[in-house]
C-alpha cells in the first residue's frame, strides 16, 4: 500500500464544554440529556442527518418490554419511558403487552422530531452532519476530538468524552483494546412496505423459504411490525452474513447487499403473490448493525451473569429481552430464556425445544449490566455507551437490545457530571451515589 505525507496544519476548536457525546443513536441522546439535566454544557457529535441511530437511520422500529420477563414490574425507566409517552401522544406507537417481541413499534420518522425537541429543550448544542476524525489525547485524558464537516476541519473540547459511535469508533482510534467476537451477529436491511395488509407476514415468510433461492436469498426470517398507526409495515427480512460493519469496504458491501435482498423479496412477491400488490416506499439511511467491535474494560459480562441474573453492586441497567443469537454459517437463531428454556428456530420448520439448564422451583426475572462494563481501562475521562461495551456473544445477544442500552447512555451522561464534580475520573466515581443519582433522575434501579 502506498502512502501519503499529510502537512501539518493548525485546527481550531470550534467548542468548548464540560461533556462531548460522540454519536446520536438514542443511547447518545439520553447520555446527552441526562447530563445537561445535571448542569453541564454539552456538544452532541452525530455524522448522520439526524437522532435516533438504530431506531430512526436503520429503521428498527421496536423497542422491547420495560417489565421482568414475568410482566409484574418495570425494571426500566428514565428517558426511554419518557421518550415512548412523547411517542403515545402523538399518535405515533403501537404497543402490545405480556409479549416477548415487542412492546412498542414505533413511527420512526415521528422519533427524529422528538429526539431533535429532547436535544433543543436540553439546551445541548447539536453538531449533524459531522463525522468523527480523531481523539487528541495527553497521558490517560482525551483533550479534544477532531471533527470535519461542511464548515471544514475543527475540534471539540471537553473535560469528558462519551463514545456513542456503537463501533467504539472513539475508543479505539484512542488506542484502547478491542476485540470482535469470533461469529459476530449478522446486519439486517429493513424497509418500509405499503398495502402491506393484502398478505400476512407468514405466507410471505412461506414464498420466500420456497423460492428465495431463485433470487439469491438467504434462508432468513421474515419478520416486522407496524409503522406507529400509519398504514406502513416495517418488514426486515434479510440477512448479511460474514460482512464486518467496522471495516469499510465490507460495511459498504453489506449495505448493497441488504437492499439487494430486500429488492429481492419484493420480487418474489411480485412474482408468487401479484394480488398483494405490495410497494416499498423507504429504505434505511444506514443497515441495522447488531455487532461490531467491543472494548476490553474493567469487566466482561457474561452469558451465565444474564441468564442467571446476576445482582451487581455497580449496576446501572436492568433488562428482561431473551438471549437472542442470529447464526452466520447456519440457518435459524436460538432463544435462550432465564427460566432455562432454549429453542432453535429455523424458518419453515418446527422449532427445537430445549433446556440450558435444568428447571428449578424460582427463576431470575431479569439481569443487569454492571457500570465497570463501560469502562476503558486505559482513559480518566472516557466512557462507552451502547452496543460496543464489553459482553461475550451470550451475554450480548440478550443486552444489545435498544431499551438495554439507552439505560448505559443515561448512565455515561450522570457519571461524566458526577466526575466532572468529584475526582475528574470515571474510573473513581462512586457507584452508589452513581445509582442514587440515576434513581433521582427516574431510572429504575435495584
Known amino acids: 500500500m502506498t502512502s501519503i505525507h499529510e502537512p501539518a496544519r493548525e485546527t481550531s476548536v470550534l467548542h468548548e ?16 440529556v441526562r447530563a445537561a439535566r445535571l448542569g453541564a454544557k454539552v456538544v452532541l457529535i452525530e455524522k448522520a442527518g439526524c437522532f435516533g441511530g438504530v431506531a430512526t437511520l436503520s429503521l428498527v422500529n421496536v423497542w422491547h418490554s420495560p417489565l421482568d420477563t ?6 426500566i425507566g428514565g428517558l426511554t419511558i419518557e421518550l415512548m409517552d412523547r411517542m403515545v401522544r402523538r399518535g405515533a406507537t403501537v404497543t402490545r403487552e405480556k409479549n416477548a417481541g415487542w412492546a412498542w413499534a414505533f413511527n420512526p420518522y415521528d422519533m427524529m422530531i422528538e429526539l431533535d425537541r429532547l436535544v433543543l429543550e436540553h439546551r445541548i448544542t447539536p453538531m449533524l452532519h459531522t463525522p468523527f476524525v480523531q481523539p487528541i489525547y495527553s497521558g490517560d485524558r482525551i483533550t479534544e476530538v477532531v471533527i470535519e464537516n461542511k464548515s471544514g476541519r475543527s475540534a471539540v473540547r471537553a473535560k469528558f468524552f462519551i463514545d456513542a459511535t456503537g463501533d467504539a469508533d472513539v475508543a479505539q482510534r484512542a488506542g484502547v483494546p478491542c476485540y470482535k467476537a ?18 400476512a407476514p407468514a405466507e410471505i415468510g ?16 421474515i419478520w416486522g411490525a407496524p409503522v406507529g398507526e400509519s398504514s406502513l409495515y416495517m418488514l426486515a427480512g434479510t440477512r448479511v452474513r460474514g460482512l464486518d460493519p467496522s471495516n469499510a469496504d465490507e460495511l459498504t458491501q453489506s449495505e448493497i447487499e441488504g437492499r439487494r435482498q430486500v429488492d429481492a423479496i419484493m420480487q418474489v412477491v411480485k412474482k408468487y403473490a401479484p394480488h398483494a400488490n405490495w410497494k416499498m416506499v423507504g429504505l434505511p439511511a444506514r443497515i441495522g448493525l447488531r455487532e461490531s467491535r467491543h472494548i476490553h474494560s474493567h469487566y466482561q459480562l457474561t452469558g451465565k451473569d444474564v441468564l442467571l441474573g446476576r445482582r451487581f453492586d455497580d449496576a446501572i441497567a436492568n433488562g428482561s429481552y431473551r438471549v437472542d443469537i442470529h447464526y452466520q454459517d447456519k440457518p435459524g437463531l436460538v432463544f435462550r430464556y432465564l427460566d432455562g428454556r432454549e429453542e432453535y428456530h429455523v424458518p419453515g420448520e418446527r ?51 435498544m431499551v438495554n442500552m439507552n439505560q448505559t447512555g443515561e448512565a455515561a451522561g450522570v457519571a461524566s457530571v458526577l466526575a466532572l464534580r468529584g475526582s475528574g475520573d470515571v474510573r473513581t466515581v462512586d457507584t452508589a451515589e452513581l445509582r442514587k443519582t440515576l434513581a433521582d433522575g427516574g431510572s429504575v434501579i435495584y
Open 17 to 32: 464544554c464540560d461533556l462531548c457525546v460522540i454519536g446520536g443513536s438514542c443511547t447518545g441522546v439520553f447520555a446527552a
Open 70 to 75: 414475568e410482566y409484574k414490574f418495570p425494571i
Open 182 to 199: 469470533q461469529h459476530f451477529l449478522p446486519s439486517t436491511t429493513c424497509a418500509m412496505i405499503e398495502n402491506s395488509r393484502s398478505i
Open 206 to 221: 412461506d414464498l420466500v423459504r420456497r423460492h428465495g433461492g431463485e433470487f439469491g436469498l438467504p434462508n432468513g426470517f
Open 351 to 401: 422449532y427445537v425445544p430445549s433446556r440450558w439448564r435444568d428447571e428449578t422451583e424460582t427463576n431470575p426475572t431479569f439481569y443487569q449490566i454492571p457500570y465497570r462494563s463501560m469502562l476503558p481501562e486505559q482513559f480518566s475521562n472516557l466512557l462507552v455507551a451502547g452496543r460496543m461495551i464489553d459482553a461475550d456473544t451470550e451475554a450480548h445477544g440478550a443486552i444489545r437490545v
